[in-house]
């Protein structure tokens, strides 16, 4: 048996089939991924990034192929059934907490996803101590504000404790969908170090889609590019750590279009 956590074969997303305005946003990509990969995405507007995770989360089915997570065939398995393998981070800050509830609620749903629910539900003392020494590491004092609702936080706060709260289940797939990208260039730095560690400490196998190539090219031990719902290039290892900024651009920046080079930062000479 493969020791692929996740499999794609062939698969294809096609959105507006048959009119006008058709678009193939996937184009039979083939993707195997193996426990402990950290995978960077790039890849130019409309390439077919967001797509991708997309359809590996569940929210699009694909319209030909076969997804496998965990040796399980969930090609045609709704989102919720894949719930039980996947954690995401959104873009906006606000989509991986609920607003209204307290801090110390939002890790106890976390920490109870998956997992049977009884009829009694609470957050009990002895976890909102473990809560509070968890809360610790990032370093956001919020450890002294469990019962504070979240709405309440920054949105650079709201997205650390949404990556905290992954590691509470420690999911078999982590899917970070340009989850810096709304934040101000201070914060996602801080946030973006804050995943690395936890990626790294945790040995949590992950998919995130950036629009900085220097953060593609730094972090991670693999990355892809997508140009029209294609994978153009899948390098890793000690070839993706010699690479840099100006050579990709040199190799395949004739497929990049210009907000995505921009979006990269100073390019080296």
Known sequence: MSDNILALEGV????????????????????????????????????????????????????????????????????????????????????????????????????????????????????????????????????????????????????????LMTTLTLPQLLLLDEHTAALDPRTAAKVIELTETMVTQHKLTTLMITHNMNQALRYGNRMIMLHQGRIQIDVQGDEKQQLTVREVIDKFGTTLKDETLLACGPTPS
């Open 12 to 163: 294809t997303k096609i959105f507006n089939a048959g009119t006008l305005d058709e678009k193939r946003a996937l184009d039979h990509i083939d993707l195997k991924v193996v426990p402990g990969d950290f995978i960077t995405i790039i890849g130019s507007n409309g390439a077919g990034k967001s797509t991708l995770l997309n359809v590996i989360a569940g929210t699009y089915l694909p319209d030909d192929g076969r997804i496998m997570i965990a040796h399980q065939d969930v090609t045609r398995a709704p989102e919720h059934r894949r719930a039980r393998y996947i954690a995401r981070v959104f873009q906006n800050p606000t989509m991986g907490t609920a607003a209204d509830m307290t801090i110390e609620e939002n890790l106890s749903i976390a920490e109870l996803r998956g997992k049977r629910r009884r009829l009694k539900w609470g957050v009990t003392e002895a976890r909102r101590k473990r809560y509070s020494e968890i809360l610790k590491v990032l370093d956001l004092g919020l450890e002294d504000r469990l019962k504070q609702p979240v709405g309440l936080l920054s949105g650079g706060q709201r997205q650390s404790m949404t990556l």
